[in-house]
């Protein structure tokens, strides 16, 4: 005669394995790497919220006494604007640099032509030219435009800049669209565009998602066509910080917390779009 167990038996508890040494060599590691990248955030925050005549060499690591928020609205006040001129930049020359970047890349991996590896080659070729290297040119080749000290000569430089890289990355990424669907969307009568707005656009996402966060923070954190390519009113965020920090008497309070205000946008990207980022780069790297 068999007997059960009562129906209202507390399910037995699976032992806990213990960790083994290269796990916790890992934690280890890990823990003290995340230590190395927030010390630098930990003096920023503390250098930001002290008065300046609490800053000083000997209380560089003390963590204010009475927590000073004035630093952030002062900060402001000089940079407020800056940071709009970068907010339009990032936004416009990512959004524009990721639909060419698309469009480039659907139809050089799914419309082939004559000399599209050829084309293909030149482009990925501009990433590797610095910007030192054809700053002149780009001056003057913006100043014949009529757009030298506006910010729509900065959005059109980093959009040039920007296509190599994009190009590469929905290249990579249409590579794995099956052909079929191409190919029913054209029996269908469809045209490029057609196809590209109907079919390709609406799975590109993951890609626009790796487009925009790679985009986005390298707009925003150049510097030298920022410092070459403006004027007063059109000078992005990272420029004007430079600016923060210039002189003979620093108050080392207004860069620090002007450096944090410039960095919440990168981070808000990060936090919305980082989770998908991973999942973009890996949706064109293995053939489903």
């Given at each position: ?146 757009l030298y000290g506006s910010i729509w000569g ?73 410092a070459t390519l403006t004027n007063t009113t ?55």
């Open positions: 005669m068999t007997t059960t167990a009562p129906a209202n038996a507390a399910p037995t508890a699976t032992p806990r394995r213990p960790l083994k040494p290269g796990r916790i060599l890992m934690y280890a590691l890990l823990i003290l790497a995340a230590l190395f990248f927030l010390v630098p955030v930990y003096l920023l925050l503390a250098t930001a919220l002290k008065s300046p005549d609490a800053i000083n060499l000997a209380t560089t690591w003390h963590w204010p006494a009475a927590l000073n928020w004035a630093s952030f609205s002062d900060a402001w006040a000089k940079i407020g604007g800056n940071v709009l001129n970068s907010l339009f930049l990032a936004v416009t020359a990512t959004l524009l640099s990721a639909l060419l970047g698309s469009l480039n890349g659907y139809a050089l991996s799914k419309w082939k032509f004559r000399g599209a590896n050829t084309m293909f080659a030149l482009m990925l070729f501009g990433m590797f030219i610095p910007y030192q290297a054809i700053l002149i040119p780009l001056f003057q080749f913006i100043k014949s435009l009529g900065l959005v059109l430089a980093h959009v040039v800049y920007g296509i190599p890289i994009t190009t590469l990355i929905f290249r990579n990424f249409y590579a794995d669209v099956p052909d079929a669907l191409i190919e029913a969307a054209t029996i269908d009568g469809a045209g490029f565009w057609q196809i590209y707005g109907r079919v390709i656009f609406p799975i590109s996402i993951p890609g626009f998602v790796v487009v925009i966060i790679w985009q986005f923070t390298q707009v925003w954190n150049e510097f030298l066509f920022a059109s000078q992005p965020v990272t420029y004007a910080l430079s600016q923060l920090a210039g002189g003979q008497a620093v108050s080392w309070n207004l860069p620090m917390a002007g450096a944090i205000l410039a960095a919440l946008p990168t981070l808000l990207v990060y936090i919305l779009l980082g989770r998908y980022f991973v999942r973009g780069l890996l949706a064109g790297s293995v053939k489903g």
